[in-house]
């Protein structure tokens, strides 16, 4: 089944804690991104990956990292998580950022809260 | 950069028709999508407009209007499962931008 996996889907940490959160797709996507949803601001881009090791910031990368060593796997770092990192995480995959086909499919989302 | 404008909230009866409009400036227009979105839940693609006109795909419709940075989606033959916010998602060159969300609220 063609799909998007996160993990955890749960996660409750302290500030400062470093966390992973990790992304596959098993659809040979080049595309991959992720994407933070908080009430009233809708669903925000915090970086995307055009392809293996090809990763550039969003619109609010401030306090994330992410790598793509492989085409599957995009994982999502939180150095030192803080409050304001609270959040509801998203991340999907396309098959091109450019093409008539290239719906994002969405991972079933991260629920993150640091305390 | 984007700017996106659509509806904070709707209301509507079931078994109605309801158009929720989206309003964008973008730079690098490359189509525009509509997904679907339960609380809680991941979105779910709708339908995806890259040319000036309607497509109609069952009960959902999506117009645009490329030189008005103008769009709608039109929902016919409300059900109750419809309740759900609806995004609007130009996208640019390299990157796809959501507006907030439209809360759709489908009554008996």
Redesign the interface.
């Known amino acids: 089944e063609a799909q998007v996996t996160q993990n955890p889907r749960y996660l409750i940490t302290v500030t400062g804690k470093k966390l992973t959160v990790t992304c596959s797709q098993n659809m040979n996507h080049e595309y991959m991104?992720w994407?933070r949803q908080d009430p009233?601001?809708?669903?925000?881009?915090i970086y995307?990956s055009?392809n293996v090791e090809v990763t550039?910031k969003?619109?609010v990368p401030e306090g994330y990292k992410v790598s793509r060593k492989e085409k599957r796997n995009f994982p999502l770092i939180l150095e030192s998580p803080s409050p304001n990192q609270t959040s509801?995480y998203?991340c999907a995959s396309s098959s091109r950022?450019?093409g008539?086909t290239d719906?994002?499919?969405?991972?079933?989302?991260t629920r993150l809260t640091v305390l | 950069g984007q700017n996106i404008d659509q509806p904070t909230e709707m209301t509507a009866t079931e078994g109605a028709i309801v158009q929720i409009n989206c309003t964008y400036q973008t730079s690098g227009f490359?189509?525009l999508?509509w997904y679907q979105q339960h609380a809680?839940?991941?979105?779910?693609?709708l339908s995806?407009n890259?040319l000036d006109g309607l497509e109609e795909k069952g009960r959902f419709s999506s117009f645009l209007s490329r030189s008005k940075g103008y769009s709608y989606l039109l929902l016919k033959e409300l059900q109750m499962k419809d309740s759900a916010s609806y995004?609007c998602a130009p996208?640019g060159?390299?990157?796809?931008?959501?507006?907030?969300?439209t809360k759709l609220s489908v009554i008996p």
Not at chain 1, 103 to 109: E, V
Request: charged content about 15%.
């Open positions: 991104s994407y009233g601001l809708g669903l925000r881009q995307y055009m550039d969003g619109d509801l998203f950022v450019a008539p719906t994002q499919y969405f991972g079933p989302g | 490359n189509g999508f809680g839940e991941a979105p779910t693609f995806y890259v995004l996208r060159s390299y990157q796809l931008t959501f507006g907030k969300g």
